[in-house]
Every structure is written in structure tokens, then in C-alpha cells.
């Protein structure tokens, strides 16, 4: 099966196309996919937040999160005040 491995920053993005065996999940992309990715960092497939062990589908959108640099709430209200 092929998938697309997508990481992005502010200014870039980098993306991989793998090909992955039939029963292969999250956490296996992530691994053969050579990128450092932390233990506790979000991932998800065509933008839902998902478990590392989700078994992967023909044609996927693998996505690896940043962390948040700003509570959103917070960052709501300081918007706010001003």
C-alpha cells in the first residue's frame, strides 16, 4: 500500500511518499519513515488526531503534529484585552 508522510513547520513542509506493507500502522510509518519523531508528538490521519497503533489504508495522509506554541484560549483572551 502507498502513503503520504507529512510533516510541516511555519515556513517549510516535508512529505514522503512510502510504500507499506498491507497491515502496517502509525507507529510502523513513523519508524521506517527515518524522521526523529518524539514518543509523546501527535499524529494523525487527513487530520484526526489517531492512536499509533490505527492500521494504516491504501492511499492514507500521515500527518505529524507540532506541539502548540501558545494556548489557544489564552492567546484568545490576551487578543482580547487590547
Do not use: C, F, N
Not at 54 to 76: F, H, M, N, Q, S
Amino acid at each position: 500500500m502507498k502513503i503520504i508522510l507529512i510533516r510541516a513547520w511555519p515556513d517549510r513542509h516535508d512529505e514522503q511518499a512510502m510504500e507499506l506493507p498491507e497491515d502496517a500502522t502509525l507507529a510502523v510509518a513513523l519508524t521506517r519513515s527515518g524522521w526523529r519523531v518524539d514518543a509523546d508528538a501527535a499524529v494523525g490521519v487527513w487530520g484526526k488526531v489517531q492512536p499509533r497503533d490505527r492500521v494504516l489504508r491504501d492511499g492514507d495522509r500521515v500527518e505529524i503534529y507540532r506541539p502548540l506554541v501558545a494556548d489557544p484560549k489564552t492567546a484568545r483572551r490576551k487578543r482580547a484585552i487590547r
